[in-house]
């Protein structure tokens, strides 16, 4: 077992600040993993009858798992959108919202209830999924007005899988706990691709019985989960982790760029990169399309800016210097400026050709 980073604050934080404590527990395959017994300790309201639930098979039908409980999920957007209809080919009974009502539909169509708030979601559902863009996003779902946390009580549980920094996602737990239900922080590692094929990895903090009890539902989504603590360390971990895919791709770019101009072929560059000891499937995976300069949106650049500023945020917040991560945050902001913010991550290749067509000037 390995020890997270304590916290060390002794001052008020900003909002990019994060909460670092507890410890941290090693991650379970799915095919060992127990399935807990999935009832509220306090008020229970619902239970997870579950035989073979598995990431593996997310169209598995009601006949093979029993899923009795009501599941919510707000925010159907890249991510959001496959992640319900994963719920719903496992046989969840699933009720949804989405500030668009039209992103919906599919899901309608698929057999999704729908509601007109987050908080009639909350009301009608025993646990509420929640999957936005931003922190300012996920607080005004959860904490406005007609918000998921004004429809809570004793005995539901509302898991937030969006990306945040820790002190949003305390904010959130608070007001999700002042209503007596329980919270659970859940980002999530994955883009559009493995959350459509329920592959994705929760990097979850909180309530550990509420956990214990949506792992089942995880595991739907996902092919790996880990029960990082008390709440922040999860947004902590996704924050890290992006932090480093995010100047992975700046240098990938870099590296794409410098072969081309000293007469290399870039394709090869990248069979040659994902057949060494620095492979990753991202490579492989963005490489090609970015040699032809197309960046269909898997993870939106806008969002990889957002969390390198919060990885920043996080940074300083522990006095801990991160100049790689600074420097590929301001090649994004650039990017942006490009009007580049709805596009893949991997378009950021696009502000290192700016930057070399003004050199060349």
């Given at each position: ?9 002794s ?9 670092m404590c507890?410890s941290f ?24 009858s579950?035989k073979?639930?598995s990431?593996q098979t997310?169209n598995a039908?009601?006949k093979d798992?029993?899923?009795s ?13 496959p992640m319900a209809?994963n719920?719903l080919?496992?046989?969840c ?6 500030r668009t009502?039209s992103?919906?539909d ?17 009301i009608?559902?025993d646990?509420?999924?929640a ?5 300012e ?10 918000g ?12 937030d899988v969006s990306?945040?920094d820790?002190?949003?996602?305390k904010?959130?737990?608070?007001h999700i706990?002042?209503a007596g239900?329980?919270?659970l ?8 691709k493995?959350?459509?094929d329920g592959?994705l990895?929760?990097l979850t903090?909180?309530?550990?019985s ?6 089942p539902l995880?595991?739907i989504?996902g092919?790996?989960?880990f029960y990082l ?6 947004a902590?971990?996704k924050?890290?982790?992006n932090m480093?895919m995010?100047s992975?791709m700046?240098s990938f770019?870099e590296?794409l760029?410098?072969?081309e101009?000293?007469?290399?072929d870039p394709?090869?560059l990248?069979?040659v990169?994902?057949q060494?000891?620095i492979?990753?499937?991202m490579?492989?995976t ?5 040699i032809?300069?197309l ?5 939106p ?6 969390d390198?500023?919060?990885a920043?945020?996080?940074?300083e917040s ?5 100049p790689?991560a600074a420097?590929a945050?301001?090649?994004y902001k ?11 991550f ?5 502000a290192?050709k ?5 050199s060349a000037?």
């Amino acid at each position: 077992m390995s020890s997270l980073v304590r916290s060390n604050y002794s001052r008020q934080l900003s909002s990019t600040a994060m909460a670092m404590c507890s410890s941290f527990c090693p991650q379970i395959p799915n095919q060992s993993r127990a399935r807990p017994s999935c009832s509220f300790p306090k008020k229970p309201l619902y239970a997870f009858s579950v035989k073979a639930l598995s990431s593996q098979t997310p169209n598995a039908s009601v006949k093979d798992n029993e899923l009795s409980a009501r599941i919510g999920f707000l925010g159907l957007g890249i991510m959001g959108s496959p992640m319900a209809q994963n719920l719903l080919k496992a046989g969840c009974d699933v009720t949804i919202w989405n500030r668009t009502k039209s992103k919906c539909d599919p899901l309608i169509s698929l057999g999704a209830k729908y509601k007109s708030t987050p908080q009639e979601v909350a009301i009608s559902c025993d646990v509420t999924f929640a999957m936005l863009a931003d922190p300012e996003s996920a607080v005004e779902v959860a904490c406005g007005k007609h918000g998921a946390a004004s429809g809570m009580s004793s005995g539901k549980g509302y898991v937030d899988v969006s990306t945040v920094d820790g002190a949003t996602s305390k904010v959130i737990s608070g007001h999700i706990k002042a209503a007596g239900a329980s919270f659970l922080e859940a980002p999530v590692s994955g883009s559009k691709k493995p959350a459509e094929d329920g592959q994705l990895i929760f990097l979850t903090a909180g309530d550990k019985s509420l956990y214990e009890m949506v792992a089942p539902l995880l595991d739907i989504m996902g092919k790996s989960r880990f029960y990082l603590g008390d709440v922040g360390n999860g947004a902590a971990m996704k924050l890290v982790v992006n932090m480093i895919m995010g100047s992975m791709m700046a240098s990938f770019s870099e590296g794409l760029l410098l072969s081309e101009k000293v007469g290399l072929d870039p394709s090869v560059l990248v069979e040659v990169v994902s057949q060494g000891a620095i492979s990753a499937p991202m490579y492989s995976t963005k490489g090609p399309s970015m040699i032809q300069s197309l960046y269909p949106p898997a993870f939106p650049l806008k969002h990889q800016q957002k969390d390198l500023r919060l990885a920043l945020g996080l940074a300083e917040s522990v006095s801990q210097s991160i100049p790689i991560a600074a420097a590929a945050n301001e090649l994004y902001k650039v990017a942006k400026s490009h009007g580049l913010s709805d596009h893949d991550f991997s378009a950021v290749i696009e502000a290192l050709k700016a930057k070399s067509q003004n050199s060349a000037k």
